[in-house]
């Protein structure tokens, strides 16, 4: 069986207007897409959505520096002075619309800021199963 290992980290987060980040990140299968929801902290303990992304892995072995642009549903505009008030805001019921523009277009959605990476990728047994990369 073809292989691919991951190696890597997250380095840090730019262009969140948010400070006090955090991320839950997870690998989508297929080949292989990483996908991130960061979150904020504020000062009075309360968490909330600070952006959704999604990335690529490259198919080329190496070592590989990945920008992830992240965004975020905005609700209405009751929903978004509710977010600025008390905190909180709209979240995807479902993840599958992270990936799908189909489902995407229909939302309203914000920038959020860019996830930074560095990954080292290593391929093995491709070309004995006919894989091109």
Do not use: N
Request: with cysteine.
């Amino acid at each position: 069986m073809a292989e691919v290992h991951v190696i890597g980290q997250i380095v840090g987060a730019t262009g969140f207007s948010e400070s006090s980040l955090f991320c839950k990140w997870g690998v989508h299968t297929g080949w292989p897409r990483l996908h991130f929801q960061v979150w904020s902290q504020d000062s009075f303990g309360r968490c909330q959505l600070a952006g959704y992304g999604f990335c690529h892995v490259p198919s080329s072995p190496g070592t590989h520096q990945l920008d992830c642009p992240t965004w975020r549903p905005l609700g209405s505009w009751r929903e978004q002075l509710a977010r600025a008030f008390v905190g909180g805001g709209p979240q995807l019921l479902h993840g599958d619309a992270i990936y799908s523009g189909a489902d995407r277009y229909r939302l309203h959605t914000a920038a959020g800021g860019t996830v930074h990476l560095d990954l080292g990728l290593l391929l093995r047994h491709f070309d004995r199963y006919g894989v091109e990369c």
